[in-house]
């Protein structure tokens, strides 16, 4: 099955480009323990266990390569200022984290890009925080601030679609967070604060940010609750370079202005840089309770309740200056010898210039056993609300619309999602017998209110007649089974299915200018997913795996219906979508070594009737469209390795590092045109979003037990963000860079209550796009208080 996963000429490239990574990754997995031995005796060092907790997948045994991380290595390695950043050095793992409290943050994994946030799972304590309402990189990122980082006992990230227990949704990962509750009383309190010195185009100025956190919990007898709160006040470096196309030829027409900044867009087209936008000044908080009761020792029910709500205002800036040094937004203008109709929408929503609120409401209910016998059970039930989630923006021109005017309100109030999960678990010869069999029912709801109100002071007035509307709904009910079965001592076969019955319905497109009331039709699909596993280990040390799994990923209520325009970009909706299918396969090797472990996966997914959201430059405009579209035919097929030494070289050295490297093309796609309309043939271009080339490395070392210091580097090679690759230029606006990227954190132990933390996140300074700007150099710190 894995015969063709590496052409023979792509893996020699590879082992070229990181075959520095991996002489370094050898030399310090294989210094001599006496290293170690040779410490100097005088010092106590605490113990680390690299395992302690099962993994979930190996609490339900689940057939999935997993990496994990726990919560005494966040607090040690990471700058965690919001609970995405736990996840920045897995392998293979990229979040799109713009700025602190960003609320379009998806997660990116081995064959999955940034633009693809529906082809990843994440939940906590099996409580959905993905937002599959669409597939994108704006509003369909994950719910990250409804776990707060003090609250996760350890994450799991399972990779691929070969457990029958979750949604096609998990061809490229599933992340689960495990959260704790009390063993008895305790309380804490946490601040943090940052600092951003920022310099790009016409913009430079230090953009700060602060947080208070706070946690309270007990256990009495069979009950235990807990409460946390968090304020979170950000300012964030500009999100939105505001550019215009340069006309063909000069002219000395139109008013002497100054400001601007000569770059290339990344079509490689000549601009003028005129200003900046989504300058974002946010509030955040987010509480969260919950309360369990043991009925017995075997048996548990608890309930969650979380609220999250976000107030920012977001600004742009003119670089533009007239004669007289008064700033400039629009205008018949001639910059540079060129003559430039500046019009006055230019510097408007589309920019970044807009006032969002959003109040939203989590809710769970859970019932499991562990009684480790013949039989356990589990019901999760969860409903997400988006009871205020609005955009309000200007219809007037700047500078008069700093004082309010018309303007529209985009609305999602209503929004939201439910969710049900039944599952059994059946040990026919007991908790080690040979069968491990699994079982459960899903269902689901999403439902998708995006209303568009005009209204007469955009900053204070109420919604007044609708513009537009899209609405909504999707739901999937699915059965599934599956058998772990351990045939002899040193194998095991894994083989599962899942069957899932999709309809999209009441999806509705409405627009006042242009006139036009469409009621999409209902569609359906049925689709069955084979899985099968299976795993040798011929002693303690060695473990291989694999793994084939078929997966469906059913279109968002949002690629459906939506049609909304985000940053600038045009959303387009597509009520015809067929279902991508994944055909996923992955063989493992682990080796285990003194305090640490090799693995080298081989993975190939071959996808068919891919959902791709292709960007286009509109002709004669700066400005991106972007509509859903099936693709025929994509392969991505790769290799990652990981390695993690505990006590390298020197005791209390722990060293860990990843390497992963993708070849993802197009193999055919007859149907596409390019930004002129025009027939393309992009078969072997590469596949959007997806680097070639992904490495991490993390280096800890302690000193004793007061002291630990760290030093991390993430690396991603560009990525290409149209289907025919056209976007030659990454280092621009809308573009999407290479980066290197180090982080350090220096943490300080004072007592069992007290610690404080001193980090730096790029600390190199990489200036650097992902379409938008990315932060540059940050300090971060902390000081934290626990009872």
């Known amino acids: 099955m894995f015969a063709s996963l590496i052409e023979v000429r792509n893996m020699h490239a590879f082992v070229l480009r990181i075959r520095p990574a991996i002489a370094a990754m050898l030399l310090a997995l294989g210094a001599s323990q006496a290293w170690a031995q040779s410490s100097e005796a005088g010092i106590t060092l605490p113990e680390v266990t690299i395992r302690q907790a099962p993994s979930t997948a190996e609490k339900y045994q689940l057939p999935a390569t997993t990496e994990s991380i726990t919560a005494a290595q966040m607090a040690e390695t990471i700058n965690v200022m919001n609970t995405e950043d736990a996840l920045k050095y897995l392998p293979s793992l990229i979040v799109r984290k713009r700025n602190f409290g960003d609320q379009q943050s998806p997660l990116a994994t081995r064959t999955s890009g940034l633009g693809q946030s529906a082809r990843s799972l994440i939940y906590a304590d099996g409580v959905l925080l993905s937002t599959l309402i669409g597939n994108n990189n704006s509003g369909a990122s994950p719910r990250w601030a409804l776990v707060a980082p003090e609250e996760i006992e350890r994450i799991d990230v399972m990779y691929g679609p070969f457990s029958a227990a979750y949604a096609g949704n998990s061809m ?44 309270l919990g007990n256990r009495t007898g069979d009950l235990s609750w807990w409460l946390s709160a968090n304020h979170l006040n950000s300012q964030t470096q500009p999100l939105n370079i505001i550019t ?15 400001g601007a900044i000569m770059d290339l867009n990344r079509l490689g087209q000549p601009i003028a840089v005129i200003g900046s936008g989504g300058l974002e000044r946010k509030d955040q908080d987010t509480f969260k309770a919950k309360v369990a009761y043991d009925f017995t020792p075997e048996w548990r029910a608890a309930y969650a309740i979380g609220y999250f709500q976000n107030d920012a205002t977001s600004k742009v800036d003119t670089y533009l200056r007239d004669a007289g040094g008064n700033p400039v937004y629009s205008g018949n203008l001639n910059i540079g010898g060129y003559n430039y109709n500046i019009g006055a929408g230019s510097f408007s929503s589309s920019s970044g210039f807009y006032n969002l609120a959003q109040e939203h409401t989590a809710q769970s209910l859970s019932v499991k056993s562990n009684m ?41 109030n209503g929004t939201g999602w439910s969710t049900l999960d039944l599952k059994g678990f059946w040990r026919p010869q007991g908790p080690k017998g040979a069968h491990q069999v699994s079982f459960g029912v899903h269902s689901d709801r999403y439902n998708l209110v995006n209303t568009t109100f005009a209204t007469t002071n955009w900053i204070t007035g109420p919604g007044g007649a609708i513009n537009a509307n899209s609405l909504g709904k999707t739901s999937t009910n699915a059965l599934w089974i599956q058998d772990a079965w351990r045939f002899a001592p040193q194998f095991k076969l894994t083989l599962g299915g899942r069957q899932e019955y999709w309809r999209g319905f009441e999806g509705l497109n409405f627009s006042a200018a242009p006139a036009s009331n469409v009621i999409q039709p209902t569609i359906t699909s049925s689709k069955f997913s084979p899985k099968a596993s299976l795993a040798w280990e011929p002693n303690k040390d060695w473990k291989l795996t694999a793994s084939y799994g078929t997966a469906y990923r059913f279109p968002t209520v949002s690629e459906l219906y939506q049609a909304v325009t985000v940053a600038g970009v045009i959303f387009t909706p597509n009520p015809n979508l067929r279902p ?29 009737d891919a959902l791709i959201s292709q960007n286009s430059t509109i002709p004669g405009t700066n400005t991106i469209g972007a509509s859903i579209q099936n693709i025929d035919r994509t392969r991505s097929q790769g290799i990652e390795l990981v390695a993690d030494k505990g006590d390298a070289l020197i005791r209390g050295l722990d060293l860990s590092g990843s390497v992963t490297w993708v070849d993802s093309k197009i193999l055919s796609d007859p149907g596409f045109r390019n930004a002129a309309g025009v027939l393309t043939d992009v078969t072997g271009k590469y596949t959007p979003n997806i680097p070639r080339l992904k490495l991490t490395a993390l280096t800890t070392y302690r000193h004793d037990e007061h002291w630990s210091g760290t030093l991390g580097a993430r690396y991603s090679d560009r990525v290409w963000a149209t289907l025919d690759n056209t976007d030659v230029n990454t280092h621009t606006y809308q573009g999407f860079d290479s980066y290197f990227v180090v982080d350090a954190r220096l943490r300080y132990q004072f007592n069992k209550q007290w610690s404080a933390a001193l980090g730096v996140d790029n600390l190199n300074n990489r200036n650097y796009f ?18």
């Open 580 to 608: 991508e299918r994944a055909y996923s396969g992955e063989l493992a090797v682990e080796r285990a070594i003194d305090r640490g472990r090799v693995r080298v996966s081989f993975f190939q997914e071959n996808l068919a």
């Open 770 to 787: 992902l379409f938008h700007p990315f932060p540059q150099r940050t300090v971060v710190a902390e000081l934290k208080f626990t009872l």
């Open 244 to 258: 215009a196309l340069r006309p063909a030829a000069p002219s000395a027409a139109g008013t002497p202005t100054n």
């Open 372 to 412: 480790q016998r013949e039989w356990d059970w589990e019901a999760v039930v969860s409903n997400m609300r988006f009871g205020l989630d609005t955009v309000r923006v200007p219809g007037t021109a700047l500078p008069e619309a700093g004082g309010g005017g018309a303007g529209t309100i985009l609305s999602m």
């Open 172 to 215: 490229g990962a599933v992340v689960e967070f495990i959260t704790r509750m009390p063993q008895k009383f305790e309380a804490g309190v946490k601040v943090q604060g940052a600092r951003q010195d920022y310099s790009l185009y016409g913009t430079s100025n230090t953009y700060q940010s602060s947080q208070a956190s706070a946690i």
